[in-house]
């Protein structure tokens, strides 16, 4: 069946470094692919998303990139900060679905 | 306040003793879904609904049950719990095809002994 693969399933940067959390997707059909972060304890809540029809797109100090040819998804977080620790989530559908397929997780540690 | 309330929060149960997680969104959304999150497994949709008397299976269906009778409400039912159906459950609503974003609950902890 689709499948969604993440790594690392830990990560641990210096605060001021990039963290790069990477996803891979079996389905074809898939055409939008959201991150999410989930803070211990708490919701996840959706940070940033793109769509097929784009390669790249950025909010501030978070980026996503998508290579559709190689079926992968990036997340890319700049200048980490110690707010940015918690467990990222990226998914894919495919659009009028509504059936997601979420990776197993990054926990992010920015150390101090 | 726009939000998705879902009940109980935390339950401890017995197997084979049915009940209901409700789930309610006031923000008029089409569809709704429900996940379960067990470590090192991430999210896993269990069921979800594009809009009222309109549901479908998700990747872990069995155990579960669902309806949409109104557009607010999707109530998540275990007619029989089994201690491997124990986990943090998140329902989650969203506007439809033109917005992906979902917003989801704060969670229901489930215990089944």
């Known amino acids: 069946g689709e499948n969604v693969e993440q790594h690392p399933s830990t990560l641990s940067v210096q605060e001021g470094d990039s963290a790069v959390i990477k996803c891979t997707y079996s389905?074809?059909?898939?055409?939008?692919f959201p991150w999410y972060k989930q803070e211990l304890g708490k919701r996840p809540q959706l940070i940033i998303d793109i769509r097929s029809n784009v390669g790249e797109k950025k909010d501030q100090r978070i980026a996503v990139t998508l290579n559709k040819t190689a079926k992968h998804f990036s997340l890319h977080i700049t200048e980490t900060q110690p707010e940015d620790s918690a467990v990222y989530f990226c998914?894919?559908?495919?659009?009028?679905?509504?059936?997601?397929?979420f990776g197993t997780g990054t926990r992010l540690k920015v150390l101090a | 306040e726009a939000q998705v309330t879902q009940n109980p929060r935390y339950l401890i149960t017995v197997t084979g003793k049915k009940l209901t997680v409700t789930c309610s969104q006031n923000m008029n959304h089409e569809y709704m879904s429900w996940y379960r999150q067990d470590p090192g497994l991430g999210l896993r949709q269990i069921y979800y609904s594009m809009n009222v008397e309109v549901t479908d299976k998700g990747d872990v269906p069995e155990g579960y049950k669902v309806s949409r009778k109104e557009k607010r409400n999707f109530p998540l039912i275990l007619e029989s719990p089994s201690p491997n159906q124990t986990s943090l459950y998140f329902c989650?609503?969203?506007?439809?095809?033109?917005?992906?974003?979902?917003?989801f609950g704060p969670g229901t902890r489930l215990t089944v002994t």
């Open positions: 998914a894919a559908s495919t659009s009028g679905t509504y059936k997601y397929i």
């Open positions: 389905d074809s059909a898939s055409n939008y």
């Open positions: 989650a609503s969203s506007p439809g095809s033109r917005s992906g974003e979902q917003y």
